[in-house]
Nanobody
């Protein structure tokens, strides 16, 4: 049982920065990977960035060099530092956690809007 709570979304101007946070609670020790996905209306959720308990990261090509994912394993919290934001980054961002047993958990989503 894992619960995810996101924070940090909002409205920023192009070129600005936001820091998203996702706090996991429950069976934190069971989490193998945490990450961020985003979803536009009518489309599937797409990978933004992921990080494992050992620190291995994976980024979508569209955010490489601009976004940085990090985590605090003890707290079960993952962060997404988003710099040089572009209007095309506007989306609902969802926190994700995957357990060692293969279960997936999702947060409720947080809106990120980047104005031009």
């Amino acid at each position: 049982q894992v619960q995810l709570v996101e924070s940090g979304g909002g409205l920023v101007q192009a070129g600005g920065s936001l820091r998203l946070s996702c706090a996991a609670s429950g069976s934190i020790v069971s989490i193998y990977l945490m990450g961020w996905y985003r979803q536009a209306p009518g489309k599937q959720r797409q990978l933004v960035a992921t990080i494992t308990n050992l620190g291995s990261t994976n980024y979508a090509d569209s955010v490489k060099g601009r976004f940085t994912i990090s985590r605090d394993n003890a707290k079960g919290t993952v962060y997404l530092q988003m710099n040089s934001l572009k209007p095309e980054d506007t989306n609902v961002y969802y926190c994700n956690a995957v357990t060692y047993s293969g279960n997936y958990y999702w947060g409720q989503g947080t809106q990120v809007t980047v104005s031009s």
